[in-house]
């Protein structure tokens, strides 16, 4: 049956050519992509479809390709038609790219040269052929290349050799068999929008010089309010530089909203306040507490049951030791998805906690906000919504290409009475438009990058539906690998039960530990196993995952998914290369 498809790139016919893997649908590609993109839609038809030889993963040392590019010619038509020699670029310099006169077609062949480096690496990065890493130790990356700055300057054949030495020993961070941080997989919508923010290279701080970004951020974290369940996405909020400075804003709003006064004259103002989070929360709330000058023994660890949830009693008790000391608790901030065991805490009944004691009730939902758009996953952060601020990070179970992370508050105009500094020089008052655009005097910094487009060109993309369906199946991932292993010969799971996030916590048990008994030797040993099966893992290249202790617990493997090229094939190729690489241990 023929394709009944339409549009830039549907080329179906009756003969079979619709098939991507079909001959006839590589060649019609090639011939629009080569139409549209010159020398990179070539380049890649030739490494997607083998018309030229796949390159070498050694290829970092080779020589560009870029030196049989076309020079600008002397005529001013535009396009030109005339010829042109070829580009050699051991002869030219940054200086000959635009603005420079007649820089116009060096600058076209050196960017479309660098995007053909990157192209490559792209296709590299899904091939699971490749390595994920090629790791040499600093000392021997230092003496191999000349990393040092000079006064002259090289030319651009060497730069070109930069890129492609430096993606040479980058971490194939989109690479399905890499599972090391929260943050991983490599999206070709939100990496096009990456590209065209930096292209932009514009400020986020007026509606004056970057209308549209700012008009989007306004209606994407409205839309992320509502989808927390604040009515009608009402409130506030900013795109921050990561979870760290978005929780710290949280700190920030919380203590102005009790104490305005601190704002002008610090804390000798205001009294002894105190923060409540759980023993398993990130380590930036104790940041934020030294950053503001509250003190990090002024952030109180609440217990958590086996699981790593919070306990409410715990909790309660607490805020009452404190408030005998003549303490003021202003903050509780509760994890939706804690870093190591991806637990979620009790969100319901620290909010009835935080109601009876009048304390700001903050959710650090970075790792678990992306659960919010599965209709199957959503109801582990029931309580969100009575939330007055939550920090949610796109770049993480959304794969969203770092950095995006969000800071929402429900009261709108508190963020900006908190931050706000009445800069008159970029915050004038007498603008021709509505001033409540200029987002800028809201944020603690002042150039502040373009990170919503990212999000959202995926989101129309994708649509809600699309993200969904990324969030179920990273858990459904995790679910398989912890079925597998649950029961198998030489793993220990570190908590008792499915986990509720894709963090799978295990103890991988050499054949020679599985004899002895559950002693002080038994846990020395086990701790140096997985630190040994990581370095060889990276030496090798095959894959990555993390590993850290916990509490009492020694070194365990920490396997986390949110990455939806990854499959069931390479949750069995991380087990076997476990055992393959811990055997001896």
């Known amino acids: 049956m023929a394709s009944t498809g339409s549009g830039f790139w549907s080329f179906g016919s009756e003969d079979g050519s619709g098939d991507p893997e079909n001959p006839g649908t590589a060649r019609a590609w090639c011939q629009v992509a080569q139409k549209f993109t010159g020398g990179i839609g070539n380049k890649l038809c030739a490494l997607l479809y083998g018309d030229a030889e796949k390159p070498a993963e050694s290829g970092a040392n080779q020589p ?70 090629d790791f040499h130790y600093p000392n021997e990356l230092l003496q191999e290349y000349n990393w040092e700055l000079a006064d002259q300057p090289q030319n651009l054949e060497e730069i070109l050799m930069h890129c492609q030495t430096t993606l040479k020993y980058a971490i194939k961070t989109g690479h399905p068999r890499y599972f090391n941080q929260l943050s991983t997989g490599l999206d070709m919508v939100g990496l096009a929008a990456d590209w065209l923010t930096s292209t932009a290279n514009t400020n986020m701080f007026t509606y004056e010089i970057a209308p549209v970004f700012v008009l989007l951020e306004y209606v994407t974290l409205k839309k992320m309010r509502e989808i927390i369940g604040w009515p ?7 795109f921050s530089p990561g979870g760290a400075i978005s929780n710290m804003y949280a700190m920030m709003i919380a203590r102005f909203k009790m104490f305005p006064e601190v704002k002008e004259k610090g804390m000798a103002a205001v009294p002894r306040l105190i923060a409540f989070t759980s023993e398993h929360s990130h380590f930036s709330l104790k940041k934020g507490a030294a950053a503001l000058g509250i003190g990090t023994d002024s952030v109180i660890l609440i217990k958590c049951d086996e699981r790593g949830k919070m306990i409410p009693s715990d909790l309660e008790r607490r805020i009452l030791e404190a408030k005998q000391k003549g303490y003021v608790p202003f903050l509780v901030s509760a994890t939706a998805g804690t870093t190591v065991y991806g637990a979620f805490d009790p969100l319901l009944a620290v909010a009835d906690i935080c109601k009876k004691y009048k304390i700001w009730m903050h959710v650090d939902a970075a790792w678990g906000g992306g659960l919010l758009m599965s209709q199957k996953h959503k109801w582990k952060l029931s309580g969100v919504e009575r939330a007055n601020s939550v920090t949610w990070n796109p770049h993480k179970m959304m794969g969203v290409p ?110 020679s530990l599985r004899v002895l008994e559950d002693n002080e030797e038994r846990m020395s040993r086990l701790s140096k196993v997985a630190p040994v099966i990581k370095a060889r893992m990276m030496e090798y290249g095959t894959t990555m995952v993390s590993y850290q202790p916990l509490g009492d617990k020694v070194n365990f493997f920490r396997m986390v998914i949110s990455n939806p090229a990854a499959t069931h094939q390479d949750i069995d190729f991380l087990i076997e290369e476990i055992e393959r690489l811990g055997q001896d241990l």
């Open 402 to 511: 770092l950095q995006c992370s969000a800071l929402l508050v429900r009261e709108e105009g508190l963020m900006q009475n908190c931050n706000q500094m009445h800069a008159s020089y970029l915050f004038q008052q007498d603008k021709h438009y509505d001033l409540s655009y200029d987002t800028g005097d809201k944020a603690l910094q002042c150039g502040r990058h373009v990170d919503v487009f990212k999000l959202w060109l995926m989101w129309r993309a994708k649509g809600t539906t699309g993200f969904e369906a990324h969030v179920d199946k990273c858990l459904e991932l995790a679910e398989y690998l912890y079925n597998i292993i649950k029961n198998r010969e030489g793993y220990e799971m570190v908590f008792d039960g499915k986990p509720q996030h894709t963090n799978v916590c295990f103890w991988y048990v050499p054949p």
């Open 232 to 238: 009608g996405g009402s409130g506030d909020g900013i």
């Open 64 to 133: 560009p390709r870029a030196v049989v590019r076309k020079a600008a010619c002397s005529c001013h038509q535009k396009p030109c038609s005339c010829s042109k020699a070829d580009v050699n670029y051991a002869f030219l310099h940054a200086t000959d790219l635009l603005p420079a006169c007649d820089g116009e077609r060096p600058t076209l062949a050196f960017l479309q040269d660098v995007m053909d480096i990157l192209l490559q690496y792209v296709v590299k990065s899904f091939d699971r052929s490749t390595k994920v890493i």
